[in-house]
């Protein structure tokens, strides 16, 4: 199987700037979504900071895979997989010095979701709200869990729709990039089949576009490019509160 990429990203109707940032490394088989925060230019820093760090980290250790890392490794995890994490780590640390030694840009942050294709499958690694999901067969299915205050509401008590929906604090998040020195990275192993599509994104577009238009544009759209599109322009005709970003991967023959 091979894979189709496309990737796209969109400011939005309520936003004047754009803090999201993608990153599309076919060479390393990386795919990457990051949702900055803190404010004008802070935000674009810290997503844009994580996308170069995961590029020269994976560059790094692909032309040298017995360089040091700066992390011990897993024993728990393959080499692959800890090679993921680390260079998530590596990009929250730098994001969080960055943020130290730099007034203007304390408090900055991002969250990341990654999705690293190797031999033996496919390894998703997130730290946020931002998203992946899955769609096979026709059923879409979300294949991380959201690093929010909201989401760690809904596991304590059970909330009805109606207080989900009228929640007062959705975009508090309990876990990104750059909020303290160290981070826990989430990770998970999963092995694709021909026709899946994998779909990466911000809150921009997993807030305001349901589950359902998600599955039903992308079964009914006759390419990846117009799917980013059609998901994009969905999230704004639903009010584009935020920035919108995804990234859409496809196995074919």
């Known amino acids: 199987m091979r894979i189709e990429i496309a990737g796209q990203t969109d400011v939005g109707r309520k936003r004047t700037h754009n803090e999201d940032n993608f990153a599309i490394f076919g060479d390393f088989g990386l795919y990457l ?9 802070s935000g674009e820093v810290a997503s844009q ?9 994976f560059a790094t250790t692909q032309d040298d ?41 304390r408090g900055m942050g991002t969250t990341i979701v990654a999705l690293f ?32 205050l909201l989401n760690d509401y809904k596991k304590m008590k059970h909330l009805t729709d109606e207080e989900i929906a009228n929640f007062p604090h959705k975009n508090v998040i309990v876990r990104a990039l750059g909020m303290k020195e160290t981070v826990k990275v989430d990770t998970r192993f999963e092995e694709p089949r021909l026709g899946d599509i994998m779909v990466l994104c911000s809150d921009g577009l997993a ?19 117009t799917a980013t599109q059609r ?10 509160p935020d920035n919108v970003t995804c990234v859409l991967a496809r196995w074919v023959q």
């Not at 807030?207 to 490019?225: N, Y």
């Not at 998901?231 to 584009?240: H, Q, S, T, V």
């Open 33 to 41: 979504v990051a949702d900055g925060m803190g404010g004008h230019a």
């Open 49 to 57: 900071l994580a996308i170069d760090t995961m590029r020269e980290f």
């Open 65 to 105: 895979p017995d360089k040091t890392w700066p992390y011990k490794m897993d024993r728990t995890k393959g080499y692959e997989e800890n090679r993921l994490v680390t260079g998530i780590k590596l990009s929250n640390l730098r994001i969080f010095e960055t943020a130290r030694n730099n007034p203007a840009q």
């Open 117 to 148: 294709v190797t031999q033996q499958g496919v390894y998703l690694a997130h730290v946020g709200d931002s998203r992946i999901y899955r769609l096979r067969d026709g059923v879409l299915e979300q294949l991380t869990e959201d690093h929010s």
């Open 207 to 225: 807030g305001p576009v349901s589950d359902e238009d998600i599955q039903a544009i992308l079964m009914s759209s006759p390419d990846l490019k």
């Open 231 to 240: 998901l994009i322009d969905r999230a704004n005709e639903n009010g584009g």
